[in-house]
């Protein structure tokens, strides 16, 4: 068994919350080039198709210290990511397809609907991981950068 003793904790926390929270402007604007390359390279990697993938990706920042990039087309029915089926591919043969949402989201009646998703269901989709790729590319880019990066962080803390 062992044992770990840790000292100093609470300053070490106060320490590196204060250097989060003085993220130079300099910084946020790295974090948003950064972000932006990632948004035009997952468009290249996004299958063109329609185009639907490669033009709707969004970054937000849900704090000052992330940037999330993200496809944010949708299949007809709402809340349903369209992006997460060409991804991971399409299940296995004889998986059915919602019926309704292929009626919505061409426009057509149910019988031709029932007979799109009845192709739809001979098939496989193979996987076409175009966010891993860019997932990949992205963390190539920081470990490329990251001694450059690292060497410009200063950090204060200490008593007083």
């Known amino acids: 068994m062992a044992n770990f003793i840790i ?14 929270r003085s993220v130079s402007p300099e910084g946020r604007i790295m974090l948003d080039r950064a972000a932006a390359e990632a948004k035009g390279r997952m468009s290249e990697e996004a299958p063109k198709g329609k185009g639907r993938l490669a033009s709707n990706i969004t970054i937000t920042s849900p704090s000052e210290l992330v940037r999330v990039i993200e496809p944010t ?5 709402p809340g349903n990511k369209y992006a997460h089926p060409i991804e991971m591919g399409w299940g296995t043969v004889g998986a059915f397809p919602n019926v309704f949402s292929i009626s919505q989201y061409y426009g057509v009646d149910m019988k031709l609907a029932f007979a799109i998703a009845a192709g739809i269901a001979r098939k496989t989709y193979r996987p076409n991981p175009f966010v891993k790729r860019t997932y990949d590319w992205a963390q190539n880019q920081i470990m490329k950068h990251a001694g450059s990066f690292m060497r410009g962080i200063t950090a204060h803390y200490g008593k007083g």
Do not use: K
């Open 7 to 20: 000292t100093g904790l609470n300053e070490w926390v106060n320490a590196m919350t204060s250097m989060a």
């Open 73 to 77: 087309a949708r299949n007809i029915r």
